[in-house]
């Protein structure tokens, strides 16, 4: 099949930020994403964007990728104490005060959306309790374990988040939500070997993707 005739899934991963300034997980993992997905037939290509942490960059990146007409947006953000991959529900307005990679605010730390003004919060419309459990059943060898007084236990390789943060990933997943919240979605993920290797987490997030394919597909 052309890559024309495919259809389109846009994931994006960013790049250094401080605390994370030699390498970003997030990029490292999506850029091992396969280029192409198979479901029922149907060819999917994935295209791989590095977004840059700045707000001006973020708000070009989303007009951008919505302009080419995806049938699925994921973005993909690093977090310093995910314990395994998050998958975020919601994304939340009016916490973005910190400045970014080029010492940039956002006025009163929130944005005005396009589609939904001064909204507070946007959910995604993908059922990302579905995602993680069926994830999580495919992935039962890819576990973080859990140190402590309960070492028995762990956690699994997916879990349901709805903590996206108050910073780019937040402010990047606000503003696909805002374009089409049925067809967005954001992941964390956790540090390199913390406890995933690169190739690990970026399998985790192949199969995050085959999932909500799925579900639109069922649609």
């Not at 236990?153 to 997916?158: F, H, I, N, R």
Request: negative net charge; contains cysteine.
């Amino acid at each position: 099949m052309a890559q024309s005739e495919r259809k389109l899934i846009l994931v994006t991963g960013f790049g250094p930020f401080v605390g994370h300034e030699e390498v970003n997980a997030s990029w490292e993992a999506v850029q091992l994403l396969p280029d192409v997905l198979i479901y029922e037939g149907i060819e999917y290509q994935l295209e791989k964007r590095k977004v840059d942490v700045e707000y001006a960059a973020v708000d070009e990146a989303v007009t951008d990728l919505w302009q080419k007409k995806p049938q699925l947006v994921v973005h993909v953000g690093v977090s310093g104490v995910a314990k395994c991959v998050c998958v975020e529900k919601l994304a939340y307005n009016h916490q973005f005060r910190r400045p970014d990679n080029a010492g940039q605010y956002l006025e009163k730390a929130t944005c005005c959306l396009p589609y939904n003004a001064h909204a507070n919060v946007l959910r995604t419309g993908l059922n990302v309790d579905k995602i993680v459990q069926a994830v999580n059943e495919t992935c039962k060898d890819c576990v973080a374990p859990v140190h402590g007084d309960n070492e028995k236990s762990a956690l699994t390789a997916t879990q349901v988040s709805k903590n996206v943060g108050g910073f780019l990933c937040g402010y990047i997943y606000l503003k696909s939500l805002d374009v089409n919240c049925k067809r967005s979605l954001f992941v964390h993920v956790p540090p390199i070997d913390m406890p995933f290797s690169t190739p690990q987490t970026a399998d985790i997030v192949y199969k995050i993707i085959e999932q909500c394919v799925q579900q639109l597909s069922d649609c």
